[in-house]
């Protein structure tokens, strides 16, 4: 089984990023199951804006959808701006829109019999809503999001520390990241066993 964790900072290769630290809990945990987990960092690929899978000469997205199209689990990494998902973030979902028409050779669409979750991290609140509208948008693309398929991390309200900064609320966003890992493990499982077939149309 593979993973593909899709990091939505907005910093480019080497910067750190806060949001990774969290997600590699969940990276870890998935390993620990067997898991073989790769990792894309989106704002070192130029991915211009748009709606279908290749926008022709110079367009890196189309190896970002093979990748996705490779991997049992997706996981979205994105840090909170203003209460909602990195642009970053928002522009791999638009990417993603073309998959839904897309289908596989029994004519399933290609999002089907995969699962998600999303890591959020930022020292403002909002990571709920980034979670929602994350997770929202991949279950209308087509993959299945399990119940407790996320994990985030906040100061609380007001300016203050970084993630890596502190280890206020470390020890709830691990635990919390570990549970996602196992729910994501658990139902790609299921769905490999048991995948979901061609809608039968009349």
Known sequence: MKALFVSCTLKKSPEGSNTELLAQVVAEALEERGVSVGHVRLADHDVPPGVVTDLGEGDEWPQVHARLLDAQILVVVTPTWLGRP???AQRMLERMDAMLSETGPDGTPV????????????????AHHVISEISGALVDIGYTVPGQAWT??????????????????HEWSHRTGRLMAHNLYEVATALSEHPVPPFPES
Do not use: I, K, L
Request: hydrophobic share 20%.
């Open 86 to 88: 990195s642009s970053v």
């Open 111 to 126: 999002a089907y019999n995969r699962v998600a979750g999303v890591v959020v991290t930022g020292n403002e609140d909002g």
């Open 152 to 169: 985030y991390w906040n100061q609380g309200p007001g300016p203050g520390p970084e993630y890596p900064d502190t280890e206020h609320g």
